[in-house]
């Protein structure tokens, strides 16, 4: 079984950067794909990309393309989503969750970003 | 992009009843749809795949039915840990993937 760990949570003001991490250990780990969801407060989930580490193929939603940056490191099986200028509206809990292909079998604990000036 | 509808917006129900909640695709996602749920304050869990396969450790009162565009979450008798918000999900010919609005199961 695959098991997914984030990185804690983060309070940035607006326009700086930060980059959240989802680290993936376990049985055929490098099978698998990760995928970010954002959930706004008090919101459903909302899918945003998905990355195969083994290769870092990426697929963007096209409402986040252009918005954040997902990225891999095959060698520790780490996601990454990136923000080069945060805003207001980005803050949200972002989860991380695996899948080989279809129903996405398992979940991070999520990372709290808060952006306020 | 597939649309995924799911009613009602809340539900609520007595515990140890049976909740019944749907899901509609805007065009066929064959069997290619998950339920997950989200308690208050956690991560959402894999509940069903494929439609109507349990996830691991998944209890016998959640069943999944339905194919094409219709789909049924059924939870046979309500239990306290089971009132929260499910989501159901479709993966047919992914990316893009997306998921309903949520229903939140309540108590009546």
């Known amino acids: 079984e695959v098991q997914l760990v984030q990185s804690g949570a983060e309070v940035k003001k607006p326009g700086e950067s930060l980059k959240i991490s989802c680290a993936a250990s376990g049985h055929s780990v490098s099978a698998y794909w990760i995928a970010w969801v954002r959930q706004m407060p008090g919101k459903g989930l909302e899918w945003m990309g998905i990355i195969y580490p083994g290769d870092s193929t990426t697929t963007y939603s096209p409402s986040f393309q252009g918005q954040v940056t997902i990225s891999a490191d095959k060698s520790i099986t780490t996601a990454y989503l990136q923000w080069s200028g945060l805003k207001s509206s980005d803050s949200a809990m972002y989860y991380c969750?695996?899948?080989?292909?279809?129903?996405?079998?398992?979940w991070g604990q999520g990372t709290l970003v808060t952006v306020s000036s | 992009e597939i649309v995924m509808t799911q009613s009602p917006d809340t539900l609520s129900v007595s515990p140890g009843e049976r909740a019944t909640l749907s899901c509609r695709a805007s065009q066929s996602v064959s069997s290619n749809l998950a339920w997950y749920q989200q308690r208050p304050g956690q991560a959402p869990r894999l509940l069903i795949y494929?439609?109507?396969t349990r996830a691991t450790g998944i209890p016998a009162r959640f069943s999944g039915s339905g194919s094409g565009t219709e789909f049924t979450l059924t939870i046979s008798s309500l239990q306290s840990e089971d009132f929260a918000v499910y989501y159901c999900q479709e993966y047919h010919n992914w990316p893009p993937i997306t998921f309903g609005q949520g229903t939140r199961l309540e108590i009546k």
């Open positions: 969750a695996v899948t080989a292909g279809s129903a996405w079998v398992t």
């Open positions: 494929g439609a109507s």
